[in-house]
């Protein structure tokens, strides 16, 4: 089979708990951060909010991107790693219901990755990661025929706290240039910036034709509070980028053009986990079906509203809807 969208990242299981804004202090977490964690530390939390109901699903941010493109009609796939134990059968399952192709639990050595997170009243989610076997995803695992006659890529930055996996990322957008298929890759969050700036700028530049980030990477990218300088350095860098700024929309950067500014729909916010992943969904479905830029991020700005109105990083089903009729609701 052809595929239109190929994503690579972090293959996780969610799980889910509300939580009020004094647990997060009360643990010295970032709040709507991410940071590494291990199985006994989130076994820790959640056996504290034992009481709280919790909900499992797959996740991991390219994964979510790769699930909204495809909700909208494109064909896609999605290369990551899961055990063949309880989560990562539940993950498989997920992805064939969706339609995504997956190549399935593929590894005995340690279990499938799992996110815990943690959502406060404000719909911000915070983040403790346990990566599982998706920490050992390599080149090896990137197949050149599932990318053959593939439109883009979509790289996760998250890819980056390991060795192996950081190359998985680079023979996927080596696949694709030999495919002239253009590579599309998010910085995830600002702590990978942080901590691997030099091999993620190099990465940008030499590799990425469309760029993602929030306000926060690009801040944090390019050293700056002022966001135009930030995105006239990450245009420096990448010929296309796409700013997510919130409840303040978005600004799409092209080289040698005007910024373009997109606006929110309004929707009450539940969950803010997948809004970014979600963005950069719409955004490539638009792209890769022939709209424009401000057109593909009016698309973005629909997926993201649509996925925060509920717990989980997947949009719910009856949001699934034509383009045509997202574009016309935005201009009336």
């Known amino acids: 089979m052809n595929y239109d969208l190929i994503g690579i990242g972090n ?56 699930h909204g493109a495809g909700a909208l009609g494109s064909k896609t796939y999605y290369l990551g790693r899961v055990a063949n134990d309880a989560f990562g059968r539940l993950y498989t399952e997920d992805m064939a219901k969706c339609d995504v192709g997956f190549p399935g639990p593929d590894a005995e050595e340690s279990g499938t990755g799992t996110c815990l997170v943690l959502i406060t009243p404000d719909a911000e989610r915070t983040m403790l990661t346990h990566l599982g076997v998706s920490s050992t995803l390599h080149p090896e695992n990137v197949d050149a025929t599932i990318v053959s006659n593939a439109k883009a890529v979509y790289i996760e930055g998250y890819l980056w706290t390991g060795d192996e996996t950081r190359e998985a990322a680079f023979q996927l957008s080596r696949i694709a240039k030999k495919e002239n298929a253009f590579v599309s890759f998010t910085l995830s969050d600002a702590f990978i910036v942080n901590a691997f ?32 300088d930030a995105l006239a350095v990450l ?15 978005s600004w799409i950067g092209k080289a040698g053009e005007e910024k373009l500014v997109v606006k929110t729909f309004a929707v009450k916010a539940v969950d803010a986990t997948g809004a970014g992943d979600l963005y950069a969904a719409g955004a490539l479905h638009g792209i890769i079906n022939g709209h424009n830029l401000e057109e593909s991020g009016i698309l973005g700005s629909y997926c993201a509203a649509q996925v925060v109105t509920h717990l989980g990083a997947r949009m719910p089903v009856d949001s699934h809807t034509t383009t045509e009729d997202i574009l016309k609701k935005y201009r009336s």
């Open 11 to 66: 293959a996780l299981v969610d799980v889910e708990v509300q939580v009020d804004d004094s647990f997060i202090e009360e643990h010295s977490l970032t709040k709507g951060g991410m940071q590494l964690s291990t199985p006994e530390e989130q076994g820790r939390l959640l056996n504290l909010l034992q009481n709280r109901d919790t909900k499992n699903s797959s996740g991991g941010s390219a994964a979510n991107t790769i």
């Open 235 to 249: 245009l420096d860098l990448a010929d296309t980028v796409f700013m997510t700024r919130g409840k303040d929309g």
């Open 197 to 228: 700036k030099e091999s993620v700028t190099e990465f940008i530049r030499s590799e990425v034709d469309v760029l993602f980030c929030n306000e926060v990477e690009a801040r944090a990218m390019a050293e700056t509070e002022n966001l135009d």
